[in-house]
């Protein structure tokens, strides 16, 4: 895979104020592109499957003769972490990779240096950062980065040292504030919203296409509805029938699934499909038979699993995990006071971190 290494004179670099370097070996930089500064259809085409993310990391290692470069995907976002004596040219290379896997995206990307870097994992690890504020996923995808990035060996002493502190962080902020109370999961926030938008329809035929992570969390949500039936389709089906046997639902085959299209209310789809599972011809050709019936559609995919192009059907309400920032607004403003907590912790433990990376001895 080819590395853009070019400097980008167009790139308004988002620097942060001058500060000291966290060690005297050593200093980290982070670029990265998330929800906040890039829409579905931007960040999808950063969506790579873990085996090519993981050689594109070292690949972006060699080509900026950095010690080590930890990429830290989630639905949401990607972010890139180095540690490196030279900044200005590692920004390049990292910012040159966003620009090559996704043109347009260079003017939107954002950096953090040192002190700002740090700070920015711990608050992602927990949940600060994320479109659903406290959510528990989070934690288990920092997790999940540092160990496929150290499995490869593309960690060093700064990159362990600061991983390990974020996760510690995540689960020690989590235990000192109710951040994850209330709505905390992308899941929850489509069932919220499927709620809105079918209020007052009677009894619900609910599909899960998937049973991943948010499949589960909105079979979770979804047990307390009695006026909701739930089905859960999943191209592993062993997978979907241990799910659907927690949540008292029916499991189906992907294929079963598809075709069940035309009995639901609700469609729910979160699988880590490369391309799209649900074409606009297939859902056109589903709701020609429900008679104007509408059909709600949330596609939490990364990337997308439905064809956005099928928001234009009759009677199809199509909606992407960037649609759910108004259910996640309410949920917000009940717990306001806390994410202020969680934002002092956060910022506490940075300073901690800081300072006692700043006596760190150079590795030997």
Known sequence: MAIATAAMDSVVIDAPPETPPLTSWSELVLIGLSHKEAGVSMRERLALPPAELTQAAIGLREAGR??????????????????TIRCEATEDILRG?????????????????????????????????????????????VK???????????????????????????????????????LTSCGGAAVAMAEKILAGKGRQRILLVGAGKMAE??????????????????????????????????????????????????????????????????????????KNRPLVVIDLGMPRNVDPAAASIAGVHLHSVDD????????????????????????????EFCALLAGEPAPI
């Open 217 to 290: 969390t909105a079979a979770q949500h979804l047990v307390s509805h009695k006026t909701a039936e739930l089905f859960i389709a999943n191209r592993d089906m062993e997978r979907a029938r241990a799910l659907a046997a927690q949540h008292g639902a029916q499991a189906l085959s992907l294929e079963q699934g598809m075709a069940a299209i035309r009995e639901m209310d609700v469609v729910i789809a979160s699988t880590a499909c490369p391309h799209y599972l649900v074409t606009k011809e297939r859902l056109a050709g589903l709701a020609a038979d429900r």
């Open 66 to 83: 950095v010690p080590g470069l930890i990429a830290l995907p989630t639905c949401n976002r990607l972010e890139l972490y180095a540690s």
């Open 324 to 351: 759910l920032e108004a259910v996640v607004q309410e949920s917000l403003a009940k717990r306001r006071g806390e994410i202020e907590a969680a934002e002092k912790i956060a910022a506490a433990l940075t300073d």
């Open 144 to 182: 999940s980065a540092y160990q496929a990035a150290a499995k490869a060996r593309l960690t060093d002493k700064l990159l362990n040292k600061l991983f390990q502190a974020a996760l510690a962080a995540g689960k020690d902020i989590r235990s000192k504030t109710g951040i994850c109370q209330g």
């Open 97 to 141: 990779f966003f620009a090559q896997r996704c043109p347009g995206s260079e003017a939107l990307v954002f950096a953090r240096r040192g002190r700002g870097a740090v700070q920015h994992l711990f608050r992602l690890a927990s949940g600060l950062e994320s479109v659903v504020v406290g959510e528990h996923q989070i934690l288990s995808q």
